[in-house]
T-cell receptor, first 116, second 113 residues
Framework: AQSVTQLGSHVSVSEGALVLLRCNYS??????LFWYVQYPNQGLQLLLKYTTGATLVKGINGFEAEFKKSETSFHLTKPSAHMSDAAEYFC??????????????FGKGTKLTVNP | NAGVTQTPKFQVLKTGQSMTLQCAQDMNHNSMYWYRQDPGMGLRLIYY???????DKGEVPNGYNVSRLNKREFSLRLESAAPSQTSVYFC????????????FGDGTRLSIL
């Protein structure tokens, strides 16, 4: 079964600074990878996904992530943080259930704080 | 353009009471999911339905039951609520294969006293 590790449950950056949120997955076979964002009292929204092809994936709100097979990583970055980026971010990987259906396995999340 | 709609948004129950959480999607998606979110635990899959008429257990199914009423609706039932089931519950849906993202509702915040 797949697993996802997000390093750092809390990350704090200054407005305008680089945002780097780390995600590592366990699969030896290239999986499908997703980053979601959750704003307070809301559901999860898709930021970006990697399926096949280009390993640098661009998403909404200026975020991007790079798939590195050799490092089994899919870190999320944004060059310049904005106050509105304060939220919780979840990395997820596709997996197969015991019943043969497809599901997502989520990391435990990283809460991003942006300081003025 | 509703997407995934969950009702109710908030609920307080007493231990032993029963309740059904409702979820409906208007995107004609085949697959639907129920998750619970607890602080520091991420999202954990409770039950899922790959298509109308089928349901299966996820990672944490104990104490829950589900019904896939039709293609649009997927309900989650707590037969005898316990304090350990205090959580935020999310419903999600997806179309196509595992390369497609899941779409989430806004959640139901459930407290069990």
């Amino acid at each position: 079964a797949q697993s996802v590790t997000q390093l750092g449950s809390h990350v704090s950056v200054s407005e305008g600074a680089l945002v780097l949120l780390r995600c590592n997955y366990s699969s030896s076979v290239p999986p499908y990878l997703f980053w979601y964002v959750q704003y307070p009292n809301q559901g999860l929204q898709l930021l970006l996904k990697y399926t096949t092809g280009a390993t640098l994936v661009k998403g909404i709100n200026g975020f991007e992530a790079e798939f590195k097979k050799s490092e089994t990583s899919f870190h999320l970055t944004k060059p310049s943080a904005h106050m509105s980026d304060a939220a919780e971010y979840f990395c997820a990987v596709s997996d197969i259930t015991q019943g043969g259906s497809e599901k997502l396995v989520f990391g435990k999340g990283t809460k991003l704080t942006v300081n003025p | 353009n509703a997407g995934v709609t969950q009702t109710p948004k908030f609920q307080v129950l007493k231990t032993g009471q029963s309740m059904t959480l409702q979820c409906a999607q208007d995107m004609n998606h085949n697959s639907m999911y129920w998750y619970r979110q607890d602080p520091g635990m991420g999202l954990r899959l409770i039950y899922y339905s790959a298509s109308e008429g089928t349901t299966d257990k996820g990672e944490v199914p104990n104490g829950y039951n589900v019904s896939r009423l039709n293609k649009r609706e997927f309900s989650l039932r707590l037969e005898s609520a316990a304090p350990s089931q205090t959580s935020v519950y999310f419903c999600a849906s997806r179309t196509g294969g595992s390369d497609q993202p899941q779409h989430f509702g806004d959640g139901t915040r459930l407290s069990i006293l």
